[in-house]
């Protein structure tokens, strides 16, 4: 907490996009990098780093976000015009991320809230459309409040329609396989918008389950399972710090692993004001417009090396999980991971600046590199 005099403005860092074309440029970019979230997904598949149910599992958060941004992309498509009434702008992340404030979402998960009523008093689509054609011709003139109108038509119904990227997506439990008797094995999986650092997080865990009904089916685990997980999933909380809070909290649910995926930053030297080698690899690349991003991809990851018995009341025994730390340097008690892996989604031109520029804290980050015809290939 900030000593009285000391406060933090934490929107200090937050800008608003103001001008059409840059709105929609904006949105174009992620569009195209939302686009290669799913190649580079598919690439450590091929490799072995990621399992096929791993991949389907960030398929459908990598295709919630796109259907976010496309939501946003409706809702701000007049930024910059006059329709008639005030009208607001884009907020994004400059500096920590480059991605809508956590902010944006909380307002869109309210609207979707109302999205039928908006919908039931608005015009069709349809209707819109011919009412514009009318306005062009029989008064000549660009029809901006019809084109507001059905831009927020199209943004309601996104909403209405679900399967967007929320501010939280609460747990999911997807059974692997029966390890026994009494033990089965799920794979929990749930996501975040990072209030923090902006950011959409997704995180994997694999639980053994040894209570006496199925995690999903038990009424009373799976709703305290779910809140607990969700309450715990900040940015800040070390893996470490969360797996074995669940492990004490839950005896009968026992963490094997766990892994955090971090979808961003968001690097473009037209949009945001990163410091660093990679703004000046980008300045230096001088990419025409839609080639001027890099994108970070971090995945952390937790692993239980062994399992211990604990006493638990005057007969019982529980299991407790002993995780595995980063053995070099020390490095695990820091980061509370058994490994992070960090990797780095470019285009073309950009990565051959990074490679002649070769920054001692990028020599190993992993490159998934965007071709012009966008195929991605990885290199070390």
Known sequence: MAEPGN???????????????????????????????????????????????????????VRALSATFGALGHKYLLTGRDPGQVFGSLSMDRVESGFPVFRELLVMANDAQ???????????????????????????????????????????????????????????????????????????HWAVYDSQINLPTVYLMEVEDTGSWALPKDTRRWPEAQRHLIAQSVAGLKLLTIAQGFDRDFDDLHPKRLRRFHLGPMYSSAYTLQTGPLREVLEDAGSEEGQDWALAWTVETLESERVEQEKSGWFGKVERQIFALDPFSGRGVDTGATRTERAIILPARPYQVLAERNPPGFREVRKFVVSPKGRVLSYR
């Not at 084109?147 to 329609?161: H, P, V």
């Not at 026994?180 to 799920?186: H, N, S, V």
């Open 7 to 61: 406060t933090v403005d934490l929107e200090a860092d937050h800008v608003g996009l103001t001008d059409t074309y840059a709105v929609r440029r904006y949105f174009r970019k992620f569009e195209t990098i939302i686009g290669h979230m799913g190649r580079v997904a598919d690439e450590m598949r091929a490799e072995g780093s990621l399992s096929r149910s791993d991949v389907e599992v960030l398929t459908v958060y």
């Open 114 to 188: 109302q999205a039928g009523v908006h919908l039931s008093g608005m015009p069709t689509v349809a209707e819109l459309k011919e009412q514009m054609i009318h306005e062009i011709l029989s008064e000549q003139q660009i029809p901006t409040k019809l084109q507001f109108a059905l831009s927020q038509r199209l943004y309601y119904q996104a909403l209405y329609d679900g399967g967007l990227f929320w501010a939280t997506n609460d747990p999911v439990a997807h059974w692997i396989g029966d390890l026994g008797e009494d033990r089965r094995r799920f794979m929990v």
